[in-house]
């Protein structure tokens, strides 16, 4: 039992705290490696992976979506919007969550919704104890997937 703790303990996934015991630190073995040392974990660095996984996946996104996936990001960004309006910032934060998380599905590419989803849940804490709102940078997501449409969309 010590080895295996040890070994989950090494790859990032739990952390013993001496006198205090042992808590999980990451759910998924790409969590466990960025939250592993204080470099990766860094807010801003966080933010510009996650902006970097976003921008592929919009232009995959702008390709290959299906009308599914673009209704769902644009149910994102209206409860999105709902939730600014009425001031409600733990929902806002789980609507902005689930509009990034519909973008990057809409992209087909199942390895880039796994490192999202590492990079997500490393980000998830921050945003889940911000006291203001973030910069709102989303506009209406384009129905199509019409060259204007993909230039739209990844910016």
Known sequence: MREALRGL???GLLE??????????ATNEITGVLVRDDYSTA???VLDTRAGLEAISARLAAQHSTPEARAAMSAALDART???EAGDLNAYTKADTDFHRAVVHAS???LLA???AAVAEVLNAPLMHASTFPEARHRRCPSGSGPRDR???VR
Do not use: C, K, S
Not at 16 to 25: N, Q
């Open 9 to 11: 303990t090494i790859t």
């Open 16 to 25: 013993p705290r001496v006198g205090d015991g042992t808590y999980v630190r």
């Open 43 to 45: 807010l801003d660095h």
């Open 82 to 84: 709902r939730a600014h």
């Open 108 to 110: 087909g590419n199942p």
């Open 114 to 116: 796994r490192l999202h």
């Open 151 to 153: 230039e739209r969309i």
